[in-house]
Nanobody
């Protein structure tokens, strides 16, 4: 089994910063892409940022220039540095990882973290 454990959410004032972490553990052969989604109350879950195993990144337009995604492959961990936070960034943030299992012959499976609440006050 594979588990993704997130940390780093909380309450911050507008203009502030938070850093989210997501560590994958368990039966892992390798990890392809990792990333973050977020879901605000009453809205669908939307992608925030993605990073490939090689370090290529993509961001939602709404967070470009404010958020930075990174990863530590040795630790199977992905990070999301969030700066200049706005009230509209308030949401539950979910990390995900495309995990290749030792027994999956190269097939990657999608795993999700439990979610961490980020609240930005105005």
């Amino acid at each position: 089994q594979v588990q993704l454990v997130e940390s780093g959410g909380g309450l911050v004032q507008a203009g502030g910063s938070l850093r989210l972490s997501c560590a994958a553990s368990g039966s892992i052969f390798s990890i392809n892409a990792m990333g973050w989604y977020r879901q605000a109350p009453g809205k669908q879950r939307d992608v925030v940022a993605v990073i490939t195993s090689g370090g290529s990144t993509n961001y939602a337009d709404s967070v470009k220039g404010r958020f930075t995604i990174s990863r530590d492959n040795a630790k199977n961990t992905v990070y999301l540095q969030m700066n200049s936070l706005k009230p509209e960034d308030t949401a539950v943030y979910y990390c995900y990882a495309e995990v290749v299992l030792p027994t999956s012959w190269g097939t990657a499976y999608l795993y999700w973290g439990q979610g961490t609440q980020v609240t930005v006050s105005s």
